[in-house]
C-alpha cells in the first residue's frame, strides 16, 4: 500500500514538473517569435512546436499513443491564453534574459522527469540518459530552425546539452543506488539549471 501511494506521488509529481517545463519551454517559443515579429498565430504555433516537440519525439521512440499533448488537450488551452497575453504585453518591452532563463528552466525540468519516467519503465540507463537530452533539446531546435536562428544545441558555447547529459546521469545515478524522493529531483534540476546560467554569464564553452 505505501509503494502504491508513493507511485502516485510520484506520478504527480513527474506531472506537475513536466507541465512547468512544457510552460517554461512555450514562453521561450513565444520571446523568440516576439523577437522575429510574427503574428499572434506564429506566436501560438511556434509556442505549441517549442514546448511539445520533445515530447513528441520522446512519445513516438517508445512508441506511446496517444502522444501526451493529445491526451492532455489542456496544455493547448492554456499555452492558447499565455500566447495571448504574452502578445498584448510585448510592447513593454520583456527582457532578453527571460528567454534564457524559461529556456534554462524547460531544459532541467523536462530532461530530469523524462529520464525519470524512461528508466522507472524499465528501459536502460543510455537509454533513458539519451532520450532525455533529445527530448529536452528537440523544442528547442524546432523552435530555432522555424524562426530561422542557429539552433543552441549546436553551438559549442555555453554548456547546452552537455549539462543536460550530466544532469540526468547524476539523477539517474542516484536512482540506481536507491536514493529517490523530491530531494535527488529537485537537486538535479536545480543542478542543470543553475549550470546553464552559469555558463552563459561566465561564458564557460569546450576550447
Known sequence: MTHFLSLINTNILVYCLETLAILSFAVSGMLVAEKKDFDPVGWYIISCITAFGGGTLRDLVLDVHPVFWVEHAEYL????????????????????????????????????????TIYRSGYPIIIALILAVMAATFGGLLRDVFCNEVPMIFKKVNFYASIVFLGVAIYVGMLVFGIEGLAPMTGAIVFIFVFRLLAVRFKWKFR
Open 77 to 116: 488551452i492554456i499555452i492558447f491564453f499565455i500566447t495571448l497575453l504574452f502578445y498584448f504585453i510585448s510592447k513593454l518591452r520583456i527582457p532578453k534574459s527571460c528567454l534564457l532563463i524559461s529556456d534554462s528552466l524547460g531544459l532541467a525540468l523536462f530532461s530530469v522527469t523524462t529520464a525519470d
